[in-house]
C-alpha cells in the first residue's frame, strides 16, 4: 500500500519489521525490563473501532521510508483525506499481509 504523506511517496510494509516496530510501540515490558510484545494486540481492536491515533501510530510503524507522526497526523487531519476510506485500506492490507493476517483474523475488535 503506498500513501502519499507531506509531498512524499511512503510505502507501507506490514511485514515482520513491521510487527517489531509496533511493539516498540505498544509493548508491553515486564520488571526486568524485556518487551513481551502485544503490539498488534492493541492495536487491531482499535483499528477495528476507528480510532484515529492508531491509525496515525500504525501508518508510522508501517512507512517505508519512516515519517513523523506529526506527518501522519497532518494527513488524517486534512479534510481531503477519505479516513473512513484509509481505516478499510489499512484494515484490507493488514487482513492480506502474511505476518499479520492470522493475528488480524483472530482477534475481535
Known amino acids: 500500500m503506498q500513501l502519499t504523506i507531506n509531498g512524499k511517496k511512503v510505502q507501507l510494509n506490514f ?16 520488571q526486568a525490563g524485556f518487551n513481551l510484545g502485544m503490539g498488534l494486540t492493541k492495536a487491531i481492536p482499535s483499528l477495528k473501532s476507528y480510532d484515529s ?5 500504525v501508518i508510522q510503524c508501517a512507512s517505508e521510508p519512516s515519517v513523523t507522526l ?11 483525506t477519505d479516513i473512513e476510506k484509509l481505516f478499510d485500506d489499512v484494515l484490507k492490507e493488514l ?3 502474511n505476518a499479520v493476517k492470522l493475528a488480524v483474523k483472530k482477534l475481535k475488535g
Open 95 to 97: 487482513k492480506e499481509a
Open 53 to 57: 491515533a492508531v491509525l496515525a501510530e
Open 15 to 30: 511485514g515482520v519489521g513491521f510487527v517489531r516496530e509496533l511493539d516498540r510501540f505498544y509493548g508491553l515490558s515486564n
Open 70 to 80: 506529526a506527518d501522519v497526523d497532518e494527513l488524517i487531519d486534512n479534510p481531503k
